[in-house]
């Protein structure tokens, strides 16, 4: 960010964050003028010898002459008179190659960096560039001088690690322009590799690196001037968990929300979607957390191997505020991490982001609010929370882009209900935005039932809504399947709840196989295990295999005699089920246990007592 040196206003008030300014006049006697979310700096005055400190603000709210700025920093020793400096730009992060691997505080601080020269805290008023700008990067233009180009058009491409990085025109540039010159090579992302001729006749150099400012969409040009097109996400991301597959999908560029009540395995199962999905780029926005968690992401993740190769981290971007960072920054580490994450999507990538958790951004929001003295909402959150959280989930979803290619930003946000409690309106404004609900129960984690998503709170939409492709890839019965599955679930529970007050006595013979069966579904399909090398990952194939074979053997019109051959049926069945889903696939005891399944649940051939026909 530039560092430009007048004064055009003064500090006139601080309360905590927040600092009111007056603008100065210029030469002219007017006031400098200044708009809302630019970036300020505020410069403490400074005893003899000290370094001057330059605190990044961002413009809240302008009165005439006057503003409020919250400043992304503790404002110890901020006065009345001292010197604010403007920088004319927005909050903005900057975007090329490099930020792969990268772990980024809410300003796109990259902390390994700050943790080598400064300790692991930035000293106050510092900011350390997004990319790095030694490193060099091996440019393969993709356009000749002459070429008329418009914004978000490929200019050329960089490996980086995996992928390649697409350097496109701009995203903010207004008409067209020609190429009047590039050069291949090996450069730093500030040095410019070609230069464009706008139709207005200004020449522009164009570098791998662009700015761009985080609370706007980065395609929001693109849109509007016909380059790109919003599509209707067509396919499932699959993330290899057979719950969340076959019940409740997750559209590539859709949304979703998970609720986490503590210790009911929310982060494995972030860490299982992150690493199993299929998705290219996987951006991790650590939002607000306590700082031992974060730092349990930050060390666990790099190391984590990638079922791709490599491991994780080279195909991952975190971002992390822990509590202890000042509340503005970590209201704008999500916007950070979206901006990111719609980069990668701009160059035909599936990127998947995970906001853990959107609650404490909203608390943030709160926390500003009210120091403005804003109106509150209810739960003294501001008004406005509602369009807040639908603007943010909107930021995802399935893009063409310029050259024709889809990419798409799949965006799950977790929140943290305090006591569990789904009524408050954080929770309520995400359910009424997001498309797949995976309720995450505190009571199936204690049954250590996991993943412990209760499939009879949760939902999604995209059943439906991928009906197509379903039917297409998987059978024309699939979304009619896992329909009549879930009646099973909900039904088991209502007998559970039934045998609770009557005991197993209570109930008919057959609701107590409607129970086993819904046990059973439960146990073998639902329940996956993390921990084991096999089971932690079910590709769709295997899961639309499992599924069939599970439906064949809960549908067999089996007669049985009394309740404890039901249960006998069922334990024995159970107990195969479970071996399979530990067998590698294809492999001999796979092979083994299907046929043992398909004698004992299907044929029923091997029954542990005589059947009635
Ligand atoms: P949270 O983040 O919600 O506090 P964790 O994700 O750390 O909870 O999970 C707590 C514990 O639950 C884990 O250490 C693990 O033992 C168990 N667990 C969570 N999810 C699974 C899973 N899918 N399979 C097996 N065990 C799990």
């Excluded at 206003?9 to 600092?19: E, L, N, Q, W």
């Excluded at 030469?27 to 001057?52: A, F």
């Excluded at 509340?327 to 035909?348: L, N, P």
Aim: contains cysteine; hydrophobic residues 35%.
């Amino acid at each position: 960010m530039t560092t430009p040196s007048i004064p055009t206003a003064r500090v006139i008030g601080v309360r905590d964050d927040i600092v009111s300014i007056r603008m100065l006049r210029d030469d002219e006697g007017e006031l400098y003028p200044i708009t809302k979310n630019e970036v300020v700096l505020i410069c403490p005055r400074r005893n003899d010898g000290e370094r001057q400190e330059r605190l990044q603000a961002e413009v809240l709210r302008v009165r005439h002459g006057e503003a409020d700025v919250q400043v992304f920093e503790t404002t110890r020793g901020v006065a009345i008179g001292d010197a604010v400096e403007q920088t004319g730009q927005m909050l903005s992060v900057a975007l090329g190659p490099g930020l792969l691997g990268q772990v980024y505080d809410g300003l796109q601080n990259p902390l390994e960096l700050i943790a080598s020269q400064h300790g692991f805290f930035l000293p106050r008023g510092l900011g350390v560039e997004g990319i790095d700008h030694q490193q060099k990067w091996s440019f393969q233009p993709a356009v000749k001088v002459g070429a008329r180009v418009k914004a978000g058009d490929l200019l050329g491409r960089v490996p980086e690690s995996r992928f390649s990085h697409k350097i496109m025109v701009p995203f903010n540039l207004r008409g067209e322009a020609e190429v009047t010159w590039v050069q291949e090579g090996s450069f730093t992302v500030t040095t410019p590799v070609v230069r464009l001729r706008l139709d207005s006749g200004e020449e522009r150099e164009i570098c791998m690196q662009q700015r761009w400012p985080v609370r706007v969409p980065v395609n929001r040009d693109l849109l509007r001037e016909g380059y790109n097109q919003r599509l209707y996400p067509q396919q499932p991301m699959l993330t290899s968990i057979r719950l969340i597959d076959t019940f409740f999908p997750v559209a590539l560029g859709g949304t979703a929300c998970i609720p986490g009540p503590f210790g009911a395995g929310k982060t494995v199962l972030q860490g299982l979607i992150s690493r199993y999905s299929n998705v290219d780029i996987v951006v991790i926005v650590a939002c607000g957390e306590r700082a031992g968690e974060v730092v349990e992401t930050i060390t666990e993740f790099p190391n984590m191997p990638d079922p791709r190769g490599g491991t994780l981290m080279d195909r991952t971007v975190i971002i992390c505020n822990t509590s202890s960072m000042p509340v503005a920054a970590r209201e704008a580490s999500i916007y950070t991490g979206i901006t990111i994450s719609e980069y990668y999507r701009q160059m035909g990538y599936n990127v998947l982001l995970i906001a853990d958790s959107t609650s404490r951004w909203a608390q943030a929001m709160r926390e500003t609010s009210g120091r403005l003295e804003e109106i509150p909402g209810e739960e003294a959150f501001p008004a406005y929370l509602d369009s807040a959280v639908r603007a943010l989930y909107e930021r995802a979803g399935l893009v063409e882009t310029n050259d024709h290619e889809q990419g798409s930003l799949t965006l799950i946000g977790t929140v943290s209900p305090a006591g569990g409690n789904f009524e408050e309106p954080v929770t309520q404004s995400t359910l009424r935005t997001v498309k797949t609900f995976l309720g995450l129960s505190a009571e199936r984690a204690y049954k250590r039932a996991y993943p412990a998503v209760d499939p009879l709170i949760s939902w999604s939409r995209y059943l439906n809504q991928l009906g197509d492709w379903f039917s297409r890839e998987l059978s024309p019965e699939w979304v009619g399947n896992v329909k009549r599955m879930l009646e099973l679930l909900r039904e088991g529970e209502q007998i559970q709840q039934m045998m609770q007050v009557t005991g197993e006595e209570g109930v008919t013979l057959e609701d107590y196989l409607s129970w086993q069966k819904a046990q059973c579904l439960d146990q073998v399909y639902l329940q996956q295990d993390a921990f084991d090398d096999v089971d932690a990952s079910t590709p769709i194939s295997r899961q639309q295999e499992l599924f069939a074979l599970l439906l064949q053997c809960l549908d067999s019109p089996r007669v049985f005699t009394d309740k404890e051959e039901v249960r006998e049926h069922f334990v024995r069945l159970t107990g195969l089920f479970r071996n399979l889903n530990y067998s590698r696939h294809g492999g001999p005891d796979y092979t083994r246990y299907r046929g043992e399944i398909e004698q004992l649940g299907v044929i029923g051939s091997a029954p542990a007592h005589p059947v009635r026909d």
